[in-house]
């Protein structure tokens, strides 16, 4: 037999896994003294004097013989009576408790603090940190909740007091470890609400300046500052305000061009010509506020529209402090295959500094969010690769501080009549021009040494800068061969070519890329052609490692070859790109020189180099463990998959790598990798549910079940369709959510997933509930605990707890206090602080329900609270909006609920979520001047 007490919250005790019935406070408080001194002798007297303190009563000796005897009956319940007790007995003329270690969890909280405290002298400060989480982890709320008399109090005070230290020597730990967003998630709450601890506060704001909310830190520093003025005459300490004077040197330290975020590509070298253009966007530029701000460059493919827009945003980028940004919305990119309008926000948001985890997931929310953060700024924003006019305009700024700039090869004339853009058309280069740049790249002693040669050069790239500047290059690396036998090898590969094309790609460019192509070493050729293949954006080395099949260090020698060729370029840290049209020609040849074979095992090791870093990220994301899933194909002796030590790295490799996921997935789709098609999605459920992507979640859950259903495998079919349930009903669309549930329960395929049953009558319940309909919820839930699955339904805290919250709203208060509490327990005993959040909100839904307001807006408190903490930005919502519709009912707290509403409607609206409405209807219907109201 096991037993656990828990005094960390409110008191319980387990007896083999299962809570029993303790009683009343005064009974509680008994257990909570034995356990709290155990294995000491307590004697009746001090029991007495410490549980009822000076309010003891004439009959408090024989109540606690009778209270200690319910207590061995509760826990001890399969003794008979001829047995003695093995846990609570008589000795020494007292009480003693006897439980082996590790059974209170107040003294294992203690142990496991120490533990993290010595790791931390120790200099081991990964074990420190995993030892002090373990710790407080422990806490589940107020310890000795509901607990009375002076022994409860003192314990409560001193467990708090000895919690904030461990959070403070937790948060020191993770700033060595650089992990200051953690401690910004895990303090703001603490550090509120105990403003005067000068400790917390520091480590609170040096957390926040590594993060760059200096704002933040300033006025949290102002906070600490005014409540020890105002309550002890006193200034904060020295380490504070050396922390204030550091974030105040920082931002003094360089002046504002210098710290402006930059997300433009690199400014090409020798960089000539265009002083034209330059010139009209300049002075386009210059003009007064509420003129036009949107310049349109547009040309053919390779004509240096992209170079020409770098070049303006370096010589003017004193006039945009707020920073220079870039997205890449890939309009003649080989495929087709725009990315949509909520994906290029969200990339510029990203830019701009928005938190990941606060990006909306509806594309209108996204543009109005980057509108909103870019209101009042001074920023240029670049829109590179246009197909059309649709595509630009949902991502203007529409601020008269910010300049656009926007190329395409078409030439956007709908720009020029309804935003006024000027349109600037980027022509090829004139001869000169293109022999200057040739000159600077493989010096201008050359160029005059073979006059004629060069111009000659030149007009085999059709004076464009793309195939010049390949041509270059590799001039510049024969530095010892003349140009005329660089012209003679393009004069033969031209006779050598077939024109492919009628349309904008020119022949010289095909000349120049076949030319190029010839010229590469054998193992980078393979490479080009290999990322030729590769359908994402954005190549990394170890990704074109594993495709390629190769050690990391082989796959960035080729890659800085064909950087150094031109044929590749970087556009951020770590993460290349082809141009369009180099990648269209990679293409073509990854399809003519790659063997079947061959193309079929590289595509094998990138999609399969994708699912084990997925899985990898699960293993850290999913909100909780996640059941053994079908076998997965073995990686490749030869791939190496991604490795993540924290759940912060593995949210970032996700996030940086989701264009590339995205494409991936429908690459092993329509090239018969259907298990990698429907694994890689269920493996990011977890990172889609962090960072609020479900359009995405959406999107790739559809294509997983349409690959279940072409492997005729109605197990995964059965899953796949039950986790876009989920993804719908964090969305609210409760419709959607019931019309495939019920369709999925009366289908054949669930008899092969007969467990699926009871978590789809749950997520059936959560939609009922969301369409105010209890009574139907309740029902469905009821089926799921007497049905065949009643069991496995019955360990499932979610269904328990929405039933409870249905039993609330049917007014059976009782019926739903006993299954939120036996759901809280399991979330308790399982980790679940996001679930822990979901109880907590529904039990505070029961509160009032029954009457209690004030004890229902500590609960939604604390709901929102832990669902802040773990990053469930709807379950946040939820709890403000409950919290501002219970402050409406209390006096005085009208102005709370408007603010809580408005945070609620703000978490909604980015979330993409149909609750917005509800809750901006309720807000236009309240004034914000003081209603009448009366005491709840």
């Known amino acids: 037999m096991t037993v656990e007490i828990k005094l960390l919250g409110p008191v319980a005790a387990l007896v083999d896994g299962s809570p029993i019935s303790l ?39 024989g109540n606690m013989q009778t209270y200690v005897s319910s207590l061995r009956r509760a826990l001890e319940p399969n003794r008979s009576q001829d047995q003695p007790p093995g846990l609570l007995m008589r000795a020494g003329g007292g009480y003693q408790l006897r439980l082996p270690p590790g059974t209170v969890d107040i003294q294992e909280f203690s142990r496991l603090a120490d533990e993290g405290f010595q790791a931390a002298a120790d200099g081991r400060l990964d074990d420190a940190a995993a030892s002090l989480h373990a710790a407080l982890s422990k806490w589940r709320g107020e310890p000795l909740s509901g607990v009375h008399g002076p022994f409860a109090q003192a314990q409560r005070n001193s467990c708090i007091e000895h919690r904030l230290n461990v959070l ?25 609400t105990n403003p005067m601890r000068e400790r917390l506060a520091a480590y609170f704001i040096q957390a926040l300046h590594q993060c760059c909310l200096d704002d933040e830190a300033r006025a949290h520093y102002e906070l600490v500052e005014r409540e020890l003025g105002e309550r002890f005459g006193v200034t904060p300490a020295a380490e504070l305000s050396s922390l204030l004077a550091d974030i105040t040197d920082d931002q003094n330290a360089a002046p504002a061009s210098d710290r402006a975020p930059t997300h433009l590509p690199p400014d090409v070298r020798s960089f000539t010509g265009r002083q034209a253009e330059l010139a009209r966007m300049q002075g386009f530029a210059r003009a007064p506020a509420g003129s036009p701000r949107l310049i349109v460059l547009h040309g053919a493919g390779g004509s240096g529209k992209t170079a020409l827009a770098v070049r303006f945003g370096m010589e003017v980028a004193d006039r945009f402090p707020d920073g220079r940004f870039y997205v890449d919305l890939r309009g003649f990119a080989p495929g087709g295959e725009l990315p949509s309008t909520g994906a290029a926000a969200g990339a510029l948001l990203r830019a701009v500094g928005a938190q990941a985890d606060r990006i909306p997931a509806h594309d209108g929310a996204r543009v109005a969010y980057l509108r909103t953060l870019l209101a009042g700024k001074r920023a240029l924003i670049m829109l590179d690769n246009a197909r059309d006019a649709e595509q630009v305009r949902p991502l203007l700024p529409g601020t008269d501080g910010c300049l656009t700039i926007v190329t395409s090869r078409r030439r956007l004339r709908e720009l020029a009549v309804s935003e006024g853009a000027l349109r600037l058309p980027v022509d090829v280069l004139a001869e000169s021009e293109a022999v200057a740049l040739l000159g600077g790249i493989i010096g201008h002693r050359r160029i005059a040494a073979e006059p004629a040669v060069a111009v000659e050069l030149v007009r085999h790239c059709g004076s464009m800068p793309l195939p010049l500047r390949i041509v270059a290059e590799r001039a510049a690396l024969r530095s010892r061969r003349e140009l005329a036998e660089l012209v003679a090898e393009l004069t033969e590969a031209q006779r050598r070519l077939d024109v492919l094309s009628a349309g904008e790609d020119s022949t010289s460019l095909r000349v120049v890329f076949s030319w190029s192509y ?11 052609r290999l990322l030729g293949g590769f359908p994402g954006p954005d190549i990394s080395v170890p990704m074109a490692a594993a495709m390629a099949g190769c050690a990391d260090r082989d796959a960035e020698r080729a890659i800085r070859a064909l950087q150094e060729a031109h044929l590749l370029e970087e556009r951020t840290a770590g993460y290349y790109r082809l141009h369009d049209l180099l990648r269209a020609y990679a293409r073509e040849r990854f399809e003519l020189d790659e063997p079947e074979e061959a193309k079929k095992t590289a595509l ?39 490795e993540f030590t924290h759940q912060r790295m593995a949210a970032e490799w996700c996030e940086a790598e989701l264009p590339n996921l995205l494409a991936v997935i429908e690459l092993a789709a329509s090239a018969g990798f259907r298990r990698h098609a429907w694994l890689i999605p269920n493996f990011l459920i977890g990172f889609f549910i962090r960072r609020c992507h479900f359009p995405e979640w959406i999107h790739t859950m559809t294509i997983a079940i349409e690959q279940c259903r072409a492997l005729g495998d109605p197990n995964a079919e059965v899953r796949c369709r039950y986790n876009r349930l989920i993804a719908y009903n964090q969305v609210s669309q409760f419709d959607r959510t019931l019309a495939e549930a019920f369709e999925l329960l009366a289908s054949d395929e669930i008899n092969t997933e007969p467990g699926v049953r009871p978590y789809l009558r749950n997520a059936i319940g959560n939609a009922l509930l969301g ?22 339904a019955a360990r499932l805290p979610g269904l328990l707890a929405c039933l409870g919250e249905a039993y609330t709203a049917l007014g059976r208060l009782t019926e739903a206090r006993e299954r939120h509490e036996q759901a809280l327990e399991m979330r308790n005993e399982q980790n679940d602080l996001a679930g822990q959040s979901s109880s907590l909100r529904g039990i505070g839904q029961l509160e009032l329900r029954a009457g209690d307001s004030r004890s229902a807006v500590n609960h939604f408190i604390e709901a929102r609270r832990l669902a802040r903490t773990v990053g469930v930005h709807r379950e946040e919502a939820l709890s403000l909006r409950a919290l501002g519709e219970t402050y409406l009912r209390l006096p005085g707290r009208h102005a709370e609920a408007i603010d809580a509403l408005s945070a609620a409607l703000d978490i909604f609206d980015h979330l993409g979520d149909a609750t917005a409405e509800d809750v901006r209807a309720k807000l236009r219907g309240l004034s914000t001047t003081e209603p009448d109201t009366k005491p709840a």
């Open 23 to 61: 009683g009343g406070p005064i009974r509680q408080a008994v257990l909570a003294v034995l356990a709290m001194r155990a294995p000491e002798v307590v004697q009746p007297d001090e029991l007495i004097s410490l549980v009822w303190g000076d309010a003891a009563p004439s009959s408090a000796a």
């Open 168 to 192: 403070e020597s937790w948060a020191r730990v993770l700033l060595e470890l650089g992990r200051p967003a953690e401690v910004v998630a895990a303090l703001r709450e603490p550090a509120a």
């Open 518 to 528: 010839a010229a590469l070493a054998p193992e980078n050729a393979r490479m080009f």
């Open 604 to 642: 094998r090791r990138l999609v399969g180099w994708y699912l084990y870093g997925a899985q990898a990220a699960d293993i850290l994301l999913a909100p909780q463990p996640r059941a053994p899933g079908p076998p997965m194909e073995p990686l490749s002796e030869a791939v190496t998959p991604p």
């Open 771 to 792: 369409t105010d309909r209890p009574a139907e919820a309740a029902e469905q839930l009821e089926k799921a605990l007497t049905g065949e699955q009643g069991e496995g």
